[in-house]
């Protein structure tokens, strides 16, 4: 998918001029491979708020719950330090990862925005996955038809934290 048909560049569109969305995202990336990676977005666009939505390829990797909880810690530090605000949102997994992976995976999120005393938006994915016509084939990814459900969707949930008046 064009990165101008995703939810992001479709957000940017609708808030402009008011606040600028910069999709920082690499599609497959991990949670140390985003932290790695944000210094330099930090450096370079000198964000007020940073939406931390990393972990699911984590999860979907099998990777240790600890682990990806101290990476999102370190990526929520980097944040602050940077003077920025981080978001959280909230990630789940599919039930076959087994109840009690899942269960581990998912209070990460709230632990740490409780931890941090910073917002945890809901897990937009949950609303998408319940029409299949808006999946890919992976049966994991949002295929393009959902882009604009997805951008409406994260608006209505960003627009009283960020309070830029641009609806």
């Known amino acids: 998918m064009a990165a101008t048909s995703a939810w992001p ?3 940017n569109e609708k808030w402009q001029p008011k606040t600028r969305i910069v999709n920082g995202s690499i599609s497959g990336d991990t949670a140390q491979q985003g932290l790695a990676r944000l210094p330099a977005l930090l450096e370079q666009h000198h964000p007020r708020w940073v939406l931390v939505e990393l972990g699911g390829n984590d999860g979907l990797r099998g990777f240790p719950p600890a682990q990806l909880r101290q990476t999102l810690d370190k990526v929520i530090r980097t944040v602050q330090a940077a003077g920025a605000e981080p978001l959280l949102m909230q990630i789940r997994l599919p039930a076959n990862y087994g109840r009690r992976y899942t269960a581990s995976f998912s209070a990460i999120y709230p632990e740490l925005a409780q931890q941090h005393a910073i917002p ?9 996955y319940l029409k299949p016509q808006w999946m890919q084939d992976d049966g994991i990814h949002p ?12 608006a209505s949930r960003l627009a009283p934290i960020v309070k830029h008046g641009g609806e």
């Open 120 to 128: 945890l938006l809901p897990f937009f994915m949950e609303q998408v």
């Open 143 to 154: 295929n393009p038809d959902a882009q604009p459900f997805i951008a409406d969707w994260m």
């Open 9 to 11: 560049a479709l957000l």
